[in-house]
């Protein structure tokens, strides 16, 4: 290096060093600490700016409850909630000591001896807010009172600056006895009780006062997450959760010694009592409100928030139509039905849910006999299975997939599959051979009389040519639920758990071309303090129209001369499909016309515990299979919905044919049929077909008639089995009757 370079080098060096040394005298520790403890003044200056600004203020709105109002879409009143709130304050002095301890040792140890407040969950808290991790936590029991009684529960800085304050001045104002009392008196317990008292009445129909220590430890528990932690319905992982919480409370009470250990060793977790309806949900309306409320949870608003009150929930439900389902369902079922003198009868519930294919609301739903006889939804329940109404899922992802058989055949409306009963699945590692419905074998057919007799061997195949995880991919892009979803060969019954609102958002979906149907019931939430954003009932394109048509098309022909011709009448244009579960336990009729998607189910359950039993026998019919009273319901209710029927026409647009091999015998795949009815020898075979034709035509017999054409099926001949879609009418019923069920349907008769 040359002198000139080294020069170089050393100024450069000596400029780095005044650098470096102007920032070490501006960043000295003398002056970094000295700026900390400036800023530590500052904020307790503002501290104590705060804490003499504010003040301990009056009671909030959650103290001073307001009603809730639940409108009918024309704005009429549908239910009142929260008029005299079910809540009633006692003196601490009523509840035993025993159980006060619960709430101390679940909430907070430290509530005896702390000032009010707990400054690290407090920052802990804050901290989780700035970094939106929800709810804060870490407050003392004072706190939560405050929250509960002076403030809002908004997670908000602002709100939990003014909790820590207004705490420090109750503690200091107040006993810890009163503190006590008016936290057991404000919290929220779940099943609309606010207050121990009521709380004690809802879980175990008992008066405060007469609450032991480990029923004390579950309602202590119940506060961190009332709706989660309800026994009666939690899942298991939320049932596993409060019992160690319960168990964490009592063992915190032998550490404070307030429980002794031994008697800790005894105690058992008590299963609270199953929650009563609130007054006014009688009938149909508890089930609405209901359906209303979880959908309101998925958007944010929350039970706490509910319980405030001050809110007017308008739904989507329409009135008049609401009230002819409820018609529909007792005449077409509930008039039939003997309740009391026949068991099979005893154990029948409807559900059903309809939807406006144009924008996703759900404008009626049924939900059982009555929600205070019957708590649970049977239009939202997920616990029994959709059956045949699943197959065309099936074939809607064989059209978007573009699928092809075996025979590297395009599937559509008329390729050709073998009928034939227990015929195994080609193609799959998992084997499967299904039954077709009394063990009848049909031969070759088209997909459009394979949807129409729901014959299962058809479809089994189908989902084996598509692939299992296909089918599963459209039915979740459908709307379907990702519950008890194998993707097995099986699916193809629908052995899935899905309920009639599901069903209704995919058969919606197919209504509305493909489009993603979301049904969504609640139309507007108003509150003075916050708005919110109703469900997006219109999504994306999930499947392609043409797929979404092409289905249609063929499910037309199900109710013009398949299982759904219980549903067909000259007052609408309808396309559906029939389905009855494994065993008879559940059937349904999925169904619908350009202006209205309907899905209406029975299900057998046992009176005792909800066990699922078989429908076979309802009315003294024999098999209830959805082509019965599920179709029958359904046409009623939709034909008076429609106003005695509509002219509308489905648009459908490039429905998809399909391709069909000429079969040298009747079954491609080798397979032996069980007793056909028709035995495939006698059928001859078919000339090339164009995939624009319709069924081919042999050269010695009549074609097969296409679907508008196809003979009527004599109930006798084609009753429902385990996975199958259904007939044309309950057994016992001759072809006449049948045929002449739609004259029934008028609102009336």
Known sequence: MGRADARRAQQRGARRAQKS????????????????????????????????????????????RQS??????????????????????????????????????AENKSFYQDKGVDLKGTARGILNTLTGKGKQGGSTITQQYVKNYYLTQDPTISRKLKELVISLKVDQRYEKS????????????????????????????????????????????????????????????????????????????????????AKRDTLKFPVPDKPKPAPGMDGQTGYLVEA????????????????????????????????QLEASVDRQLESKLDRKGNKVDATVQAGATSVDPKTGAV???????????????????????PASTFKPLVFASALENESKTQDGDLIGVNTRYDGTSKRPVVGSDTPFAPENEDNQSYGDVTV????????????????????????????????????????????????????????????????????????FIVKSAVHRDRTVEPVKGI?????????????????????????????????????????????????????????????????????????QVSLTGTANSGRANGGGFPAEIWADYTLGALNGGSSNQFDLQDVERGQAT??????????????????????????VQSPSDGPSQPTSQSPEPPPSQTPDVPPSQTPDVPGDGGDPGRPGNSNNVVSNNVANHAPGQ
């Open 292 to 323: 209303a409320n979880e959908e309101l949870k998925k958007q944010g608003i929350t039970a706490e928030m509910r319980q405030a009150g001050g809110w007017t929930f308008t739904l989507n439900i329409d009135k008049k139509r609401q009230k």
């Open 539 to 611: 999504g994306d394109q999930v499947i392609s129209r043409k797929s979404a048509d092409t289905v249609t098309s063929v499910l037309e022909g199900v109710v013009k001369s398949g299982s759904g011709r219980a549903a067909n009448t000259s007052a609408y244009e309808a396309a559906g499909k029939t389905g009855t579960s494994e065993n008879n336990k559940a059937a349904l009729f999925a169904g619908y016309t350009p202006d209205l998607t309907t899905v209406v189910a029975l299900f057998g359950e046992s009176p005792q515990g909800g066990t």
């Open 448 to 519: 459009q009389t394979a949807m129409n007799k729901s014959i299962n061997s058809v479809f089994a195949q189908m989902v084996v040519d598509v692939g299992p995880a296909a089918v599963k991919k459209t039915a979740l892009a459908l709307g379907l639920p990702d519950k008890n979803f194998p993707e097995r060969p099986a699916i193809t019954l629908g052995t899935m758990n899905a309920s009639t609102w599901d069903m209704a958002g995919a058969y919606a979906t197919l209504d509305n071309h493909g489009k993603k149907v979301t049904p």
């Open 662 to 687: 000429v079969p040298n015998t009747p079954s491609n795949t080798p397979s032996a049929p069980e007793s056909p009815t028709q035995p495939p020898s006698q059928e001859p075979s078919r000339p």
């Open 363 to 385: 404008v009626a739903l049924y939900g059982g006999v009555d929600y205070v006889k019957h708590y649970v939804s049977n239009a939202t329940r997920r616990d029994y299975q």
């Open 178 to 261: 009163d503190i006590l009392a008016g936290y057991i008196n404000t919290s929220y317990y779940g099943r609309g009780a606010s207050g121990i008292q009521a709380a004690a009445q809802a879980y175990y129909g008992v008066d405060a006062k007469d609450l032991d220590v480990s029923q004390g430890a579950y309602l202590a528990a119940l506060l961190q997450a009332p709706s989660q932690y309800d026994w009666a319905v939690a899942s298991p992982t939320g049932k596993r959760l409060v019992k160690e919480r319960w168990g964490y409370t009592l063992d915190n009470m032998v550490e404070m010694h307030w429980l002794d250990k």
């Open 68 to 105: 809730n109002v639940y409108k009918y879409s024309d704005g009429s009143v549908l239910a009142r909630t929260g008029d005299g709130v079910n809540r009633q304050n006692v003196d601490l002095a009523e509840v035993p000591k025993d159980v006060q301890h619960t709430f101390v040792a």
């Open 21 to 64: 040394g102007g920032i070490r005298r501006l960043f000295t520790w003398r002056k970094m600490l000295g700026a900390f403890f400036v800023f530590c003044l500052l904020i307790m200056g503002a501290f104590v700016a705060l804490y003499m600004y504010v003040d301990i203020p009056k009671a909030n709105a959650l103290a001073e």
